[in-house]
């Protein structure tokens, strides 16, 4: 099991930037794809983003895509969200989540086993 903490979310106007980080402990880190996700208020949880085990590999939601950059740090076990010219929409409580596997582009959180609490990521207009 992988222990997962986020950090970094606030309160940011529309066209802002924020970096979130997921500090990650427990099994080796190294060995797997990593996700970020997202709830809005009555929503479901969606997709946002993922990189592989490596982190030569991503892919995101169309939604995100061009604004959100997903990376990560194999030394600090840290994976990062790099969210630029946000809007309102992308309000939500962001989650980073450890894949069962080791490439990217898994979007179904079924294949997701280990998930940390959520930073909210507030975008005014």
């Known amino acids: 099991q992988v222990q997962l903490e986020e950090s970094g979310g606030g309160l940011v106007q529309a066209g802002g930037s924020l970096r979130l980080s997921c500090a990650a402990s427990g099994r080796t880190f190294t060995w797997f794809a990593m996700g970020w996700f997202r709830q809005a208020p009555g929503k479901e949880r969606e997709f946002v983003a993922s990189?592989?085990?490596?982190?030569?590999?991503?892919s995101y939601a169309d939604s995100v895509k061009g604004r959100f950059t997903i990376s990560r740090d194999n030394v600090k076990n840290t994976v990062y969200l790099l969210m630029s010219s946000l809007k309102p929409e992308d309000t939500a409580n962001y989650y980073c989540?450890?894949?069962?596997?080791?490439?990217?582009?898994?979007?179904?959180?079924?294949?997701?086993?280990?998930w940390g609490q959520g930073t909210q990521v507030t975008v005014s207009s």
């Open positions: 990189i592989s085990s490596g982190g030569s590999r991503t």
């Open positions: 989540a450890r894949c069962r596997y080791s490439s990217e582009g898994h979007s179904e959180q079924h294949k997701y086993d280990d």
